[in-house]
T-cell receptor
Framework: GEDVEQSLFLSVREGDSSVINCTYT??????LYWYKQEPGAGLQLLTY?????DMKQDQRLTVLLNKKDKHLSLRIADTQTGDSAIYFC????????????FGAGTRLFVKA | KAGVTQTPRYLIKTRGQQVTLSCSPI?????VSWYQQTPGQGLQFLFE???????NKGNFPGRFSGRQFSNSRSEMNVSTLELGDSALYLC????????????FGPGTRLTVL
């Protein structure tokens, strides 16, 4: 079945770049997402990319997709303490409705 | 534009009881999905509704059910609650199946004692 894997923890210093990696198994994935969850809150959609794209940039966020290796990454430039949160990678086939599969989440710690 | 709203935000029930959770999607959104989030299992897909029809279903027992109304509001019901049903239940809405954007509500935290 479909599976999404990501590392559980990442620690960076304030001002550095953060790179969170994710791999997925479903070759029919149409959409690949990055969500952010802060303590006690729901999921905030940060960005998403279509499977026919290689890269998407949105202000401090850069998403890279290697479809051949089924590898997705999220780069956060100039990481701030407010970026400390759990980041979820997710994929959806987008056909016949949504059935989004999430990774376990990467907890990002930003040290001042 | 108001976001996805879920009620109630917190709920405490005892084993064997049943519970109904409500989700109001963003205005104009016709797709509503439900997810269960627990520390052990992470985020798991429950089901998705579009125009009052269930289109997709995850691997949950029949105690978990849902429905969608003509105004796109959705409810999920869990019968015969078990301790393991304690979780954050998240609802997400999307404009249509062709849109990649799925927006989440704040969730309902259910505690089963």
């Amino acid at each position: 079945g479909e599976d999404v894997e990501q590392s559980l923890f990442l620690s960076v210093r304030e001002g550095d770049s953060s790179v969170i990696n994710c791999t997925y198994t479903d070759s029919s994935s149409t959409y690949l997402y990055w969500y952010k969850q802060e303590p006690g809150a729901g999921l905030q959609l940060l960005t998403y990319i279509f499977s026919n794209m290689d890269m998407k940039q949105d202000q401090r966020l850069t998403v890279l997709l290697n479809k051949k290796d089924k590898h997705l990454s999220l780069r956060i430039a100039d990481t701030q303490t407010g970026d400390s949160a759990i980041y979820f990678c997710a994929e959806s086939s987008g056909t016949g409705g949504f059935k989004t599969i999430f990774g376990a989440g990467t907890r990002l710690f930003v040290k001042a | 534009k108001a976001g996805v709203t879920q009620t109630p935000r917190y709920l405490i029930k005892t084993r064997g009881q049943q519970v109904t959770l409500s989700c109001s999607p963003i205005s104009g959104h016709r797709s509503v999905s439900w997810y269960q989030q627990t520390p052990g299992q992470g985020l798991q897909f429950l089901f998705e509704y579009f125009s009052e029809t269930q289109r997709n279903k995850g691997n949950f027992p029949g105690r978990f059910s849902g429905r969608q109304f003509s105004n796109s509001r959705s409810e999920m019901n869990v019968s015969t609650l078990e301790l393991g049903d304690s979780a954050l239940y998240l609802c997400a809405s999307s404009l249509a199946s062709s849109s990649g954007e799925q927006f989440f509500g704040p969730g309902t935290r259910l505690t089963v004692l």
